[in-house]
C-alpha cells in the first residue's frame, strides 16, 4: 500500500548555520514505527537530490514518536549568505512530508 | 522557597509582535517575562548602529516597551529578563532608567550582564593559545579577522542568576542563550545548583520550548493547523515550573493558539541537531528523555527530563563582511507564465554575460512554482498557471557587479517576454552580506561582570 507521510506524521523544519533540520513526528505509535523503518538516510539523502549536497544525519525521539535530520550542505551557505528564497529551510518539513512510502 | 512559578515568553526574535509581552503582563498572572531578541545577523546590525552612535546598539523595542509595561510590572511584581541589550546594554539600561523616571517611577533596580562582547580583544585571545577555528570548516579566524563585524561569547544562565540575587527587577544581557533567559529564574527561586544537571537541563527545555514564541502554541502549526482558533490574537507560550523541574507549558486562557502535545512537539524538535546532546553554556540536555502529557486544555506536563554536565567551552558567534548580493523580481501572467519567467531568465543571463560581471553565484527560483521544494515541485500544466514571480538572486565580492545587475532587471519589462509587471520597488540596491563564524573557547578565558543601574 502506497502512503503519503503527511498522512502519518508532522514536523518543523529550520537552519542550523548551512545545515537544514527537519523533525518529523508520527502521529501514533503505528506511525512511529513506519517512518523509524522507512525513513532511512538514504532515503532521505534521495528525496533531497538536488537540494541537499552534503551527508544526511538521522536522530530518533522515541519518546515523542520522532525522528531528526540533519541535512548538511543544504541552504546555499546559510544566514544572510544564501542566495535561497526559502534560506532558512522553513519549508524543508513539508517537502519530506510530500514523500510516498510503500508500506 | 516558592512553590511554583510563571515564566511567560515575550518575544521570540526582533521584530516579533510587539503587543505579545504586553498581553504577558495585563491577561494573567505571571512571574517572570523572558524576551529574546537576537538572531546570528542582529549583532553584527547592532555593532554597525553603535559604531555610528555610541549610545546604541540595543533592540530599540525596549525602552517603548517598557514604557507601557513598567507601572504593570511594578504593581505585578513581574520580572523582565531579556538579551536584547545586544552589543550595548548599558545604554539600554540607561534609556529604561529614563524611562522609569519619565513614568514617575520611585525606585527601580537593573542589571546589566557584561563579558561577552569579546571584538576588541580577538588579538589577545588569538594570542593567549585560543584560535577561534570555525567549528564547521576548521578554518584559521586569521583570514576574516579584519573583516570582523562581531565577536559574542554566549553567556547561560548564571550571571543571570547573580544578578537576580542582587536584587534585580530587569535582567538586560548581550548575547546569552534563549534557553539561559528562562533556566536563569528556576535556579534562583528554587536554589539550584551547577551540579544538578537533570533540573538544569529542564529548564534549558522549558526555555527551548518558550524561545520562539507562538510557535509552540499553535503558530507555524504543520499539524491540522486549521484546528487552531483565533490565531489572529495568540497567546504565547507560558512555563508553570516547579521545584523538582518539573513544569507544564500554557497559556492564558483568554488568548488565543493552542497548547497540545502535538505543538509543543513540533517545537522540541525545531533546530536541534542531535538529541541527546543539546549543548548549552549550562548543561547538556538530553532531548529523549522528555515525556510530554495533556493534563488539560492547553496545559502539557513536561516531565522526567535528564542532562549531563557542561562542556568546558563556550561557544562564540562572531560575523564578518563578505561581500554583497541583490534580488531582482519580476511577474509574469497567464498565458505561459511559466515559459515566460523562463525566457527572462535566458536573457538576463546573457546580458549579465556580456557584460562581464563577477559573481560568484547566480541563483533563479520561480515562485509559484518552485522556490520552495525545489526539484521535489510537481510539474505544472501550463494553462492552469495564472502568475509566475520570477525571482533572480546574485552574490559578489565586487560591488560594482552586484550595483550593474541591479540595472538590467527594469529593462527586461520593455525589452523581454511580455504581460510583465511588479517592478514597483526600483532597482535593486546591493546588501551587504553578514557571514556567520562559529567557535569554541575554553570558559576560563572568559570573564562576565554584572553592573547594577538604579532610581
Avoid at chain 1, 544564501?82 to 512510502?101: F, I, N, P
Avoid at chain 2, 549550562?282 to 535528564?306: H, M, P, Q, Y
Avoid at chain 2, 519567467?341 to 557584460?355: Q, S, T, V, Y
Amino acid at each position: 500500500m502506497k502512503i503519503r507521510l503527511i498522512e502519518i506524521a508532522h514536523g518543523r523544519s529550520g537552519d542550523k548555520g548551512d545545515a537544514a533540520n527537519i523533525g518529523i513526528i508520527a502521529y501514533d505509535d503505528k506511525g512511529f514505527e513506519i517512518i523509524k523503518k522507512h525513513l532511512t538516510e538514504e532515503k532521505v539523502k534521495k528525496h533531497f537530490e538536488g537540494i541537499c549536497f552534503g551527508k544526511v544525519e538521522r536522530f530518533e525521539l522515541p519518546n515523542i514518536r520522532a525522528l531528526n535530520f540533519l541535512l548538511h550542505n543544504t541552504l546555499g551557505g546559510g544566514g544572510t549568505v544564501s542566495l535561497k528564497h526559502d534560506a532558512q529551510g522553513k519549508t524543508l518539513a513539508a517537502a519530506l512530508l510530500r514523500m510516498e512510502l510503500e508500506v | 522557597m516558592k512553590e511554583k512559578i510563571r515564566i511567560a515568553s515575550g518575544q521570540g526574535f526582533w521584530g516579533d509582535l510587539i503587543d505579545a509581552p504586553y498581553q504577558q503582563v495585563t491577561e494573567g498572572d505571571i512571574d517572570y517575562l523572558v524576551m529574546d531578541y537576537l538572531a546570528e545577523v542582529t549583532m553584527s546590525i547592532l555593532q554597525k548602529q553603535k559604531n555610528k552612535n555610541p549610545k546604541l546598539g540595543y533592540a530599540k523595542d525596549i525602552p517603548e516597551l517598557m514604557e507601557r509595561i513598567l507601572p504593570i510590572c511594578k504593581e505585578k511584581n513581574i520580572k523582565v529578563i531579556t538579551n536584547g541589550g545586544g552589543v550595548n546594554p548599558e545604554s539600554c539600561a540607561e534609556a529604561v532608567i529614563e524611562v522609569a523616571k519619565k513614568l514617575g517611577i520611585q525606585n527601580l533596580k537593573i542589571a546589566v550582564v557584561l563579558g561577552d562582547n569579546i571584538k576588541d580583544n580577538i588579538d589577545e585571545i588569538i594570542t593567549s593559545g585560543c584560535e577561534l577555528n570555525n567549528m564547521e570548516t576548521g578554518e584559521s579566524i586569521v583570514n576574516v579577522k579584519d573583516k570582523l563585524l562581531s565577536a559574542n561569547v554566549y553567556f547561560g544562565a548564571f550571571p543571570i542568576v547573580q544578578a537576580l540575587q542582587q536584587g534585580a527587577e530587569i535582567v538586560i544581557t548581550g548575547r546569552t542563550t534563549d534557553t539561559g533567559l528562562t533556566l536563569a529564574p528556576m535556579i534562583y527561586e528554587f536554589g539550584w545548583n551547577e551540579k544538578d544537571y537533570d533540573l538544569l537541563s529542564a529548564g534549558t527545555i522549558a526555555g527551548h520550548i518558550l524561545e520562539c514564541g507562538g510557535q509552540a502554541s499553535g503558530g507555524n502549526f504543520l499539524g491540522d493547523w486549521q484546528s487552531i482558533n483565533n490565531l489572529e490574537n495568540i497567546g504565547f507560550p507560558i512555563v508553570e515550573a516547579f521545584p523538582n523541574g518539573e513544569f507544564i507549558i500554557t497559556k492564558h486562557e483568554s488568548l488565543g493558539g493552542k497548547v497540545s502535545v502535538e505543538t509543543v512537539s513540533e517545537q522540541l524538535v525545531y533546530e536541534i541537531g542531535d538529541p541527546k546532546k543539546y549543548i548549552t553554556p549550562d548543561c547538556i540536555a538530553d532531548f529523549t528523555s522528555i515525556n510530554l502529557e495533556e493534563i488539560g486544555k492547553n496545559k502539557v506536563r513536561v516531565f522526567g527530563i535528564k542532562g549531563y554536565e557542561a562542556t568546558e567551552t563556550f561557544k562564540v558567534s562572531c560575523s564578518y563582511s563578505d561581500g554583497y548580493s541583490a534580488i531582482g523580481t519580476l511577474t509574469y501572467s497567464w498565458p505561459q507564465a511559466l515559459t515566460k519567467a523562463k525566457a527572462a531568465d535566458k536573457i538576463l543571463r546573457a546580458r549579465l554575460e556580456k557584460l562581464k560581471l563577477n559573481f560568484e553565484e547566480i541563483r533563479t527560483e520561480f515562485v509559484g512554482y518552485n522556490s520552495c521544494h525545489g526539484p521535489l515541485s510537481t510539474e505544472l500544466e501550463e494553462d492552469k498557471i495564472n502568475e509566475i514571480v520570477f525571482r533572480i538572486a546574485v552574490r559578489s565580492k565586487d560591488y560594482n557587479s552586484v550595483e550593474r545587475f541591479g540595472k538590467e532587471i527594469a529593462p527586461l519589462i520593455l525589452t523581454g517576454p511580455p504581460s510583465v509587471t511588479g517592478f514597483a520597488g526600483g532597482r535593486p540596491k546591493p546588501s551587504e552580506v553578514i557571514a556567520y563564524w562559529p567557535a569554541l573557547m575554553p570558559k576560563k578565558l572568559v570573564t562576565h561582570s554584572i553592573k547594577i543601574f538604579e532610581i
